[in-house]
């Protein structure tokens, strides 16, 4: 906290200007650690010493407790660990763990701790692309990729997030497809060979 002290007094070292346009911003950062911090205390000794309350353990509040304590912690190491991946692994959830064993290097959305329900998947899924030194990307079982209507060639909207999505992303931005390996039941397959897929 003493750390928190001196960085908030610094701001009052700026110009009045500056001082006055930093205030707002300094004391929601503030109220986020004093919160982060009374979050854990609150798990540990079951007591809110903001609300100045007792919480039992285990009652509904000490549990959403508990969640908003790990919160941060597993939000940070997802995206560290984003950052870092250099191979990544897409195609159907069913396929992925035999996938597993054809690029074992390969990180896939369960390998980071990515829930493919949360509403920041597709743009963690996007940061994953982004980022990978090497995409890898299994199209087995998935049907209907090319004609009028197909994933790859077609002008149908999928949801993002999707596998649909996630191959179709990747298919149209030239530096993704320049790192992505296809892979089908087990082997490569090239951009060619997918485009003659009548399945």
């Known amino acids: 906290m003493a750390g928190l002290a001196l960085m908030l007094s610094a701001d009052s070292a700026l110009p009045p200007e500056e001082a006055a346009a930093t205030q707002t911003s300094g004391q929601i950062g503030a109220s986020l650690v ?3 911090i009374n979050d854990v205390v609150t798990v540990a000794m079951g007591h809110d010493y903001i609300t100045n309350q007792p919480v039992p353990y285990f009652s509904s509040e000490w549990n959403g407790t508990v969640v908003m304590a790990i919160l941060p912690i597993a ?3 997802t995206v560290r660990a984003i950052a870092r991946t250099t191979d990544v692994a897409f195609g159907f959830t069913r396929n992925l763990g035999a996938f597993k064993r054809i690029v074992p ?3 896939n959305y369960m390998d980071l701790g990515l829930d493919p329900y949360a509403d920041e998947f597709a743009d963690n899924v996007l940061e994953m692309m982004n980022n990978a030194d090497n995409i890898h990307f299994d ?3 998935m049907m209907g990729l090319t004609g009028d209507d197909g994933v790859l060639t077609g002008a ?3 949801g993002r997030g999707s596998t649909n999505w996630e191959l179709r992303t990747i298919w149209d931005d030239a530096d ?3 790192k992505t390996t296809f892979y089908r039941y087990g082997k490569e397959i090239s951009v060619e060979e997918i485009l003659q897929l009548q399945d």
Do not use: T
Request: a negative charge; zero cysteines; hydrophobic letters at 50%.
């Open 34 to 36: 004093a919160g982060d």
């Open 75 to 77: 939000s940070a190491s």
């Open 105 to 107: 290097q390969a990180q």
């Open 139 to 141: 199209i087995s079982n």
């Open 156 to 158: 149908v909207q999928f």
């Open 176 to 178: 993704l497809m320049a």
